[in-house]
T-cell receptor
Framework: GAGVSQTPSNKVTEKGKYVELRCDPISGHTALYWYRQSLGQGPEFLIYFQGTGAADDSGLPNDRFFAVRPEGSVSTLKIQRTERGDSAVYLC???????????FGPGTRLTVL | DAKTTQPTSMDCAEGRAANLPCNHSTISGNEYVYWYRQIHSQGPQYIIHGLKNNETNEMASLIITEDRKSSTLILPHATLRDTAVYYCIVRAHETSGSRLTFGEGTQLTVNP
């Protein structure tokens, strides 16, 4: 079956611009996670949704970062006033109910010039 | 979540067993040991997890010491496609909803 998909695969933007990154989880997966990964580092947790609500957003670095999941399926990570330090691979993962494994997408590589 | 310590890199010959160690000396009684791997330019992939008993699946075996302070992931017959960064993660076991806290992992290189 289809896995987690993320669009775009690559995004280049200029400092100060607004970007949106999209995640399509596996159908039926109620939990959705966002992570970001800098070069040479392991992924770093950003936010977790259970259904439509953000159950844990403690990993968001500041108020320029925001994520939504309005219908409990697709999620969008929004970054305002991008900075060069936001450059990273943004990973999305989903999990079905009552299951511990997280299934990751291929990521979106964000480059802020 | 408890902190884990892994070697930065390891090499293994193709066809041989790869044994990847992980120390987690501060693990709590309700925390599980998870292993994920990340092949270059892909998202992480779940491998296996366990609490205190040894576990085996189609990908690997997980050996956890009796005091649970360390574990070893075993790939019994490594192939070139097993070249990846392997992450050992300690995590409270919930049905879903707890974050994965990744360290820097071990870069395993399988050589022909």
């Amino acid at each position: 079956g289809a896995g987690v998909s993320q669009t775009p695969s690559n995004k280049v933007t200029e400092k100060g611009k607004y970007v949106e990154l999209r995640c399509d989880p596996i159908s039926g997966h109620t939990a959705l996670y966002w992570y970001r990964q800098s070069l040479g580092q392991g992924p770093e947790f950003l936010i977790y949704f259970q259904g439509t609500g953000a159950a844990d957003d403690s990993g968001l670095p500041n108020d320029r970062f925001f994520a939504v999941r309005p219908e409990g399926s697709v999620s969008t990570l929004k970054i305002q006033r991008t900075e060069r330090g936001d450059s990273a691979v943004y990973l999305c993962a989903s999990s079905p109910p009552a299951y511990n494994e997280q299934f990751f997408g291929p990521g979106t590589r964000l480059t802020v010039l | 979540d408890a902190k884990t310590t892994q070697p930065t890199s390891m090499d293994c010959a193709e066809g041989r067993a790869a044994n990847l160690p992980c120390n987690h000396s501060t693990i709590s009684g309700n925390e599980y040991v998870y292993w994920y791997r990340q092949i270059h330019s892909q998202g992480p992939q779940y491998i296996i997890h366990g609490l205190k008993n040894n576990e085996t699946n189609e990908m690997a075996s997980l050996i956890i010491t009796e005091d649970r302070k360390s574990s070893t992931l075993i790939l019994p017959h490594a192939t070139l496609r097993d070249t990846a960064v392997y992450y050992c993660i300690v995590r409270a076991h919930e049905t879903s909803g707890s974050r994965l806290t990744f360290g820097e992992g071990t870069q395993l290189t399988v050589n022909p």
